[in-house]
């Protein structure tokens, strides 16, 4: 693989790293980077050790489904019984952006062909959300992501993404106009705002600057404009004053980074 492909791997978690605002979806990916590093490979029972244990030492801004879900599991509950309680008390609304804020480090993992990327995708986003959008989307980033990462254009890695995804989620990957874009947390909804703001950039500094200001207090669309765009523009076009003040957090992205780059 080339420099090139390598700076848009290396940019995909420093990416969503800058486009969180709060810190939850960037610890979450971590918690999933470090496990595909850690196992080789995509274990899903791996990663959902790491979620509870990391929800259990503090672990914050996770959106309500995932929280309720890891509070029944820290009882004793299976994440599959605590997954499917939670999607029936909310009255089966679960279709969140969170596996897809979480979810790109499976589209940096070498070891995951490209044809699984999405499958990977939405097995993972099963473990909280069980809404079929909530998967449905966070596949269509994953997919977006190792696209972009192959150097496709970002037209046709947007065709990519599309195949085989619901209409939802297909009308989100579809460049509309601004008018009619949500500052909310439902999953299709953010990745259409996503999408707009980086289709409309001409660089990723423009773009979360845009999708920052549109986005106000909520932590949803800068998220998937980060990581995105890292892996569209590559961690060269990243400002470090975009990423965050914690030196801690900037070391595990940064070795994390490392290791699933060099997988390639």
Known sequence: MNAEARDRVRGILFGLAAGDRIGGPVRMALELAESLIGC???????????????????????????AR?????????????AAIQVHRECGEQTAGCNPAHRCAPI?????????????????????????????????????????LIRGLPWAEA??????????????????SAEEGL???????????????????SYSFSAALERA??????????????GCIGGAKWGRSAIPDSVLPAHAGLLERISNAAEVLEAGW
């Open 182 to 200: 949500s500052r909310g947390g439902h999953a299709p909804e953010v990745l259409r705002a996503a999408v707009f703001f980086l289709h409309h």
């Open 212 to 225: 920052v200001d549109f986005a106000g207090p909520s932590n949803y669309c800068p998220v998937l404009v």
């Open 69 to 81: 879900v890891f509070e029944s599991a820290a009882t004793g509950l299976t994440y599959e019984k």
């Open 107 to 147: 589209a940096m993992a070498a070891s995951i062909p490209d044809e699984l990327v999405g499958m990977a995708a939405q097995e993972e986003a099963m473990l909280t959300h069980r809404h079929p959008l909530a998967g449905d989307v966070a596949a269509a980033v994953a997919a977006l992501c190792r696209a």
């Open 40 to 66: 080789a490979a995509f274990d899903v029972r791996d990663i959902a050790g790491r979620y509870l244990s990391w929800w259990r030492m503090g672990g914050f801004d996770t959106g309500p489904t995932a």
């Open 158 to 175: 947007i065709a990519l993404a599309s195949g085989g995804r619901l209409p939802e989620t297909q009308q989100a990957l579809a460049v």
